[in-house]
């Protein structure tokens, strides 16, 4: 079976820097994705990490330790367009994702 | 280019009728996803496409749901005898196809099914 846990929700204010965290348990791991969500809207991708370690791509930074079952989105200099759900996501086999239930960001000005 | 297309964008049924859901993907992308998200959840992965076979529909809830794509391009989700808890967005998405590293998954807007 999977496991994957995140925070409900987060409250941060604008120009701050938030970690969401997301904590697995699955049979297998290919990749740990991260996607952005904004209320009706389609997730869009953000990151993925395979190996352990940090991948940073401009105000986002997304981290892995496979050995923990842990990974967080780092999220700098952050804008009122941030608001949003930000979905972990692992990659078991070679295809399909599991998705945790998504932690929804409120930034305030 | 064009990104992932759904048909319709909402469709409201009455319980026990029959829907389908149409999902266009991005030109040249051999892998689709059907997943389903309800209100407060992230995406639930339904049944999962390599050409035109079903290469995994593991997810599907029961065998009410079944899936389509003939040509290895479009897509349609049909629901049989619909219930009320079928009710959610569907969404589809494509990616180039599998291996590693791992492809990204490109989603649709959706399709907000309600059944009253």
């Known amino acids: 079976g999977q496991n994957i846990d995140q925070p409900t929700e987060m409250t941060a204010t604008e120009g701050a820097i938030v970690q969401i965290n997301c904590t697995y348990q699955t049979s297998g791991f290919n990749g740990l994705f991260w996607y952005q969500q904004h209320a009706g809207e389609a997730p869009t991708f953000l990151s993925y990490n395979v190996l352990d370690g940090l991948e940073e791509k401009g105000r986002f930074s997304s981290f892995l330790s496979r050995s923990k079952g842990y990974s967080y989105l780092l999220l700098k200099e952050l804008q009122m367009k941030d608001s949003a759900s930000y979905l972990c996501a692992v990659r078991e086999g070679y295809s399909t994702l599991t998705f945790g239930k998504g932690t929804m960001l409120l930034v305030s000005p | 280019g064009a990104g992932v297309s759904q048909t319709p964008s909402n469709k409201v049924t009455e319980k026990g009728k029959y829907v389908e859901l149409r999902c266009d993907p991005i030109s040249g992308h051999t892998a689709l996803y059907w997943y389903r998200q309800s209100l407060g959840q992230g995406p639930e992965f339904l049944i999962y496409f390599q050409g035109t076979g079903a290469a995994d529909d593991s997810g599907l809830p029961n065998d009410r749901f079944f899936a389509v794509r003939p040509e290895g391009s479009v897509s349609t989700l049909k629901i049989q005898r619909t219930e009320r808890g079928d009710s959610a967005v569907y969404l589809c998405?494509?990616?180039?196809?599998?291996?590693?590293?791992?492809?990204?998954?490109?989603f649709g807007p959706g399709t907000r099914l309600t059944v009253t």
């Open positions: 998405a494509s990616s180039l196809g599998e291996g590693f590293p791992p492809a990204k998954q490109y």
